[in-house]
Nanobody, 120 residues
């Protein structure tokens, strides 16, 4: 059974930094894509950043230049370095891991979420 365990959330002042980590376990296959989503109160979950096993990255426009996603394939771990945080970054951040099966399509796995709160 695949499990994703996140850590690193917390309370920080605007302009500060946090680093999120997510360790994936229980899969016999490597994850094609790993990423971070967030969900603020009253809003839909949205993609923040994603990274492929080859290192290609994708960012939401709102975090470009401030957030950096990286991964350690050997450790099945994905990181999100968040700098210059803003109050609007406040949300629950969820780790996602995806396996792309040729026949059946993608399988998505989710962490339990970690709260990030940015005070003004």
């Amino acid at each position: 059974q695949v499990q994703l365990v996140e850590s690193g959330g917390g309370l920080v002042q605007a302009g500060g930094s946090l680093r999120l980590s997510c360790v994936a376990s229980g899969s016999s296959r490597s994850f094609n894509v790993m990423g971070w989503y967030r969900q603020a109160p009253g809003k839909q979950r949205e993609l923040v950043a994603a990274i492929t096993s080859g290192g290609s990255t994708n960012y939401d426009d709102s975090v470009k230049g401030r957030f950096t996603i990286s991964r350690d394939n050997a450790k099945n771990t994905v990181y999100l370095q968040m700098n210059s945080l803003k109050p609007e970054d406040t949300a629950v951040y969820y780790c996602n891991a995806r396996i792309l099966w040729i026949v059946t399509g993608p399988s998505d796995y989710w962490g339990q979420g970690t709260q990030v709160t940015v005070s003004s």
